[in-house]
């Protein structure tokens, strides 16, 4: 009798990949380009210099086909890289599925999340360049505390502007961020003219990833000695994301599995486009072919309920515009407990890709994700952080599926992050107080299409 598999397939520390894969070298068709509000043309470098060191506009821009990973990013990485990838016997017993599902862990990082993972360059490139601080956003605060942890690595100061529901929904983010030497602010604040201004017009805003972007956005440009730093959606964020996908291809290989699909959760996108854009690259290259699915929630729809549009990354209108999926730059979401997902844009680069047909998207209710994420808890034994148990409602879906036709699908999912400073979302949950937010189409475009009004006239 053959033996099994291995429940976790780990790679030794000289395996781990020493290049991040840049998608835009192999994509079929080329996204449209960044534009710069003021003339509706392409943007250049020297429009990004006032936010972004010159190597990470090179990254922004490239269409290399790798990019070689410093050695002092290397060793930093080297604290928790490369992640587990684990077979999940337990769920498929619990689910009946004759589905093989293997998840990615990034919660093994020192954030709990897989955002150092573009966190750590960000920071070391910024230094190299000798900017003395970074400013950021937040939603539920993994990227806020691996910023500051990065930044610790490097000396660099870091403030950061965090969305007032999560601010007030997960006080131990807070704390983390500040232990690792970060300064927290909830947004939107009386600090930024940005903040007043939606302050102004509603005291008691819950704040969104936008509001928050534009606050952290406006006090870099105000200081040479600061630039800001985004933990999703812009090109580079999503190559550096991209060591998740190629270290599980090497691991996959050593059990001798090709996934049949790959599930994601999806906000702004690093996440998705980390694990999927390496299988992606496979696929174009005829070695496998797997169908890729983006997870969102219902209550911020960019994907399945938002319109392809150039619009701004933030709320108060001061980033270049991009042709992504949105559902307007000042849409506020529904505080709900997934505040990684509350975005109101998606990458560009994943937008595209949904565009072309290169994957699908569908969204999912609160309730339906957070028992997914009871039920991994229970068998898996790992807390999953609310975002990638949307992931993970879609991954049971799809099992279960199986379950009735007997497919032996090999399903790989990235679980992004764990849940122990999200346990008050549990709470909710499991005592019944967790309510699902979702949006009529029409309602939506009819928002999409006045926030779009506001945006200059394009040639």
Request: glycine letters at 8%; aromatic letters at 8%.
């Amino acid at each position: 009798m053959a033996a099994r598999p291995p429940h976790q397939i780990r790679l030794d520390e000289s395996e781990m990949p020493t290049r991040w894969y840049n998608v835009l070298h192999d994509l079929p068709t080329p996204p449209p380009p960044v534009l710069h509000p003021g003339t509706g043309q392409p943007i250049g470098p020297e429009d990004l210099a006032p936010l972004f060191p010159l190597e990470l506009i090179a990254q922004e821009v490239s269409t290399e086909q790798y990019v070689d990973i410093p050695e002092e990013v290397q060793d930093v990485y080297r604290l928790w890289r490369p992640s587990p990838l684990f077979r999940a016997y337990r769920l498929e017993k619990a689910l009946g599925t004759p589905a093989r599902i293997y998840y990615k862990y990034e919660g093994v990082s020192p954030a709990g999340s897989h955002k150092p993972n573009t966190a750590v360059p960000q920071a070391y490139y910024n230094a190299k360049a000798g900017i003395k601080r970074l400013s950021t956003e937040t939603g539920a605060g993994q990227w806020g505390t691996a910023l500051a942890f990065a930044c610790a690595q490097f000396d660099l100061a870091c403030e950061v502007w965090q969305v007032r529901a999560s601010f007030d929904q997960k006080p131990y983010r807070r704390m983390m961020i500040e232990t690792f030497g970060g300064t927290v602010h909830p947004s939107p604040s009386e600090l930024t003219a940005a903040g007043r201004a939606i302050l102004a017009a509603d005291p008691t805003s819950s704040g969104s990833l936008g509001i928050a972007i534009s606050e952290a956005v406006e006090v870099a440009a105000q200081d040479p000695t600061t630039n800001y730093a985004l933990g999703s959606v812009l090109n580079h964020v999503l190559m550096h994301q991209t060591i998740i996908g190629e270290e599980a291809l090497l691991q996959l290989a050593k059990v001798g599995e090709t996934p049949d699909l790959l599930v994601g959760c999806t906000g702004g996108g690093s996440n998705f486009g980390g694990l999927a854009f390496p299988f992606l690259r496979e696929r174009w290259a005829g070695r496998m072919n797997p169908q890729v699915l983006a997870v969102e929630p219902e209550a911020c729809p960019s994907l399945t309920q938002g319109t392809y549009a150039y619009d701004f990354g933030d709320t108060a209108g001061m980033t270049p515009l991009m042709k992504m999926h949105t559902l307007g730059h000042d849409f506020i979401p529904d505080p709900i407990h997934s505040g990684g997902l509350r975005y109101h844009g998606m990458s560009p680069l994943i937008s595209h890709l949904y565009e072309t047909g290169e994957l699908s998207a569908v969204a999912k209710p609160q309730t339906e994700c957070f028992a997914a994420g009871v039920l991994f808890a229970r068998t898996e034994g790992i807390v999953p952080a609310p975002e990638p148990t949307h992931a993970l409602a879609s991954v049971v879906e799809e099992a279960l599926r199986c379950k009735e036709t007997g497919e032996e699908k090999v399903i790989l999912t990235a679980l992004c992050g764990h849940g122990h400073l999200d346990l008050p979302a549990y709470d909710a949950y499991l005592h019944g107080r967790v309510v699902d937010h979702g949006w009529e189409s029409a309602d939506l475009q009819a928002s999409v299409a006045k926030a779009l009004t506001k945006l200059p006239q394009l040639a």
